[in-house]
């Protein structure tokens, strides 16, 4: 057991718990969204923009293809549901195996992501993911994308429901450490393979390329 004395652990999900979805999955979903809505052609620069945008560039894509912003984005959302639900049941998104180590570590734990909280609920359903008594996934409106990380909205709302004062986060992502220092908490940064070369803008607390690693912290 780790001396750090955190009450809790909490995960990001993508590149953490499970794979990332394939970028070309996600790259389809964003033309079926935009083919649901629009009679225009998407361009390749709006398929990546509506990937992971900011507010700002959902409403000058959803400009330009005339439709509102909210309807795009609902649009959107359901068609990332979709696409991730069909790559979870066919097994190409799946767990990684140091999952296991969780059951070690004697401490609450949660889920805080940029998924979909629907998307999140699929994967703890159909991948029978157990122990986690608290899990956020980003509502799919546009108020979820101000919310999303690196703002610490949904990390904190995990802290506060989960009732902890010391939580360890858990991430792959510059986000994911950017967001623990906003909530006032320690990340671990997990160097999986996807990001041997990944540069972070600060030091977090703790670097581990498996979560078995987390029984040494925890």
Do not use: C
């Amino acid at each position: 057991m780790g001396a750090n004395t955190y009450d809790a652990v909490i995960f990001d999900n993508d590149g953490v718990l499970t794979t990332p979805t394939e970028y070309d999955v996600l790259v389809e979903a964003m033309r079926t969204a935009l083919e649901t809505v629009s009679d225009t052609e998407p361009t390749d620069e709006h398929l990546e923009t509506l990937i992971s945008p900011s507010v700002a560039s959902l409403r000058q894509v959803a400009e330009t293809h005339a439709v509102e912003a909210e309807t795009l984005w609902r649009a959107r959302e359901q068609a990332a549901i979709a696409a991730q639900r069909a790559e979870i049941t066919a097994g190409r998104k799946h767990l990684y195996d140091d999952v296991a180590a969780l059951e070690q570590l004697g401490v609450p734990q949660a889920i805080v992501s940029n998924n979909q909280h629907e998307t999140i609920k699929n994967i703890l359903e159909h991948l029978a993911l157990d122990g986690f008594e608290v899990w956020y996934g980003r509502e799919p409106t546009v108020q979820g994308i101000k919310r999303k990380k690196p703002n610490a909205y949904y990390l904190e709302s995990a802290i506060d429901e989960l009732g902890v004062s010391n939580p360890l986060y858990v991430g792959d992502s510059r986000v994911d450490v950017t967001a623990a220092e906003k909530a006032g908490i320690d990340a671990a940064f997990i160097r999986r393979e996807h990001r041997h070369e990944y540069e972070l803008p600060t030091t977090p607390a703790h670097e581990i390329h498996s979560l078995e690693g987390l029984l040494d912290l925890v």
